[in-house]
């Protein structure tokens, strides 16, 4: 199991570069952040874009792995959204994986759209998702490309010299709804979950472990059609969404993390402390879970 954090887009460089170099010696896996035009309680604060930060974490790290966690169709286009990722993944010699979601209503999901105009519906959500990763996957992967479909369109576009990373770089998926799961079976290197969101504020730590053992099975019958074995695809616990506290403790991480990984998880993603937030943390509690937890389940 590998061991990631989420460090948000809150900080001014001359202070957020010293948190993605800190999260590197620490020896997390990767390091992700999200990708929004602002989110929940953070959205009248500070919030810096994905890709710019991203580029220059590439530049200030050496080896960590960076990416999004997630990207959605709800402000991003598939033909440009591929340029800057073959450019980020160039600037960083590879080390790029884009985690990528159907997005969700609220916060900055209809930032684009006319005051008038209703969000799109989960069907409008999931209708967007179907067309715009496969042809994402199209445009990192071959150098020109010509797409008219029902929400985007691309006329020769042109993506050269392509990415580091070969055919492509990896992407994560988020989904836990069966379009969703079957993206993820014929498109992703990993699935994304942050568990069952029903059960975040009423639900038992015993019910989300059901729950999540559910949508890997479902993931496992997705794959199994796309002609896949499950067993080839990561899988990313992103934590933090789930009943309970496994943070409040090293203990408490590890009895989550053990759990998580006897569920064939093969990576947990813990959020970076930011004080007075919901991720608010005990410094001294995360540098033991980043620097010791995983040890514990071997």
Not at 204 to 212: F, H, K, N
Not at 252 to 267: I, N
Request: aromatic residues 10%; glycine residues 10%; hydrophobic residues 40%.
């Amino acid at each position: 199991m590998r061991l990631s954090t989420v460090i948000l887009p809150i900080h001014r460089w001359a202070e957020g570069q010293k948190i993605w170099r800190q999260a590197e010696d620490l020896g997390f896996h990767a390091s992700y952040t999200y990708d929004h035009l602002a989110w929940r309680t953070f959205r009248d604060g500070p919030w810096f874009g994905a890709i710019p930060t991203l580029t220059a974490a590439a530049a200030a790290t050496r080896s960590m792995r960076l990416g999004t966690l997630v990207t959605s169709p709800n402000f991003r286009h598939p033909v440009t959204l591929a340029k800057d990722l073959i450019t980020l993944d160039d600037v960083s010699d590879g080390r790029i994986t884009l985690g990528i979601g159907a997005g969700g209503n609220g916060f900055d999901a209809t930032t684009l759209r006319g005051s008038d105009e209703e969000p799109w519906t989960p069907r409008e959500r999931a209708d967007h998702f179907d067309e715009f990763v496969p042809l994402l996957d199209r445009l990192l992967s071959e150098p020109s490309v010509t797409h008219e479909g029902r929400f985007y369109n691309a006329n020769e576009a042109r993506n050269i010299p392509g990415c580091v990373q070969r055919p492509r770089l990896p992407f994560a998926v988020a989904a836990t709804g069966p379009r969703g799961m079957r993206l993820a079976a014929r498109h992703g290197q990993a699935w994304v979950t942050t568990g069952d969101p029903k059960l975040f504020e009423d639900g038992t730590a015993e019910q989300s472990v059901a729950a999540i053992g559910g949508q890997i099975s479902r993931l496992g019958a997705a794959c199994e059609e796309a002609g896949r074995d499950v067993a080839g695809l990561d899988k990313i616990l992103l934590s933090g969404f789930t009943p309970g506290s496994p943070l409040r403790s090293f203990d408490a991480f590890v009895d989550f993390a053990g759990t998580h990984f006897e569920l064939g998880f093969t990576e947990i993603v813990v959020h970076w402390p930011e004080p007075d937030s919901v991720f608010a943390l005990d410094a001294e509690v995360f540098e033991r879970i980043a620097t010791e937890a995983l040890s514990q389940l071997s």
